[in-house]
């Protein structure tokens, strides 16, 4: 089992850059793969980006590729999230998620994941 604690969420101005946190608990977190989903208000949870257990693959949403990137420090139980170029409809509650299973580029459901973090807000004025 794996405990997340999201940080680094805030209120930025469009076209700013944000640094999301994830910190895991456990010796086995190198186990899990990893996501980032986001909830803004009167919306369904959506996929953000995804990274697998070694970090050599990694995969976004199309509203995200090239202007956020994902990274994992296994020695340090962390997952990033590098969010640049904000834009308003980037705001939202932002959730660190795990599973143990493989991730693959179709692993944006809610379902593939099995352990989540409570949020962080991310709030991005125009």
């Known amino acids: 089992q794996v405990q997340l604690v999201e940080s680094g969420g805030g209120l930025v101005q469009a076209g700013d850059s944000l640094t999301l946190s994830c910190a895991a608990s456990g010796r086995t977190y190198s186990r899990y793969a990893m996501a980032w989903f986001r909830q803004a208000p009167g919306k369904e949870r959506e996929f953000v980006a995804a990274?697998?257990?070694?970090?050599?693959?990694?995969y976004y949403a199309d509203s995200v590729q090239g202007r956020f990137t994902i990274s994992r420090d296994n020695a340090k139980n962390t997952v990033n999230l590098q969010m640049n170029s904000l834009k308003p409809e980037d705001t939202a509650v932002y959730y660190c998620?795990?599973?143990?299973?493989?991730?693959?580029?179709?692993?944006?459901?809610?379902?593939?994941?099995?352990?989540w973090g409570q949020g962080t807000q991310v709030t991005v004025s125009s």
């Open positions: 998620a795990a599973t143990y299973n493989a991730v693959y580029r179709s692993s944006t459901s809610l379902r593939n994941y099995d352990y």
């Open positions: 990274i697998n257990r070694s970090g050599g693959s990694t």
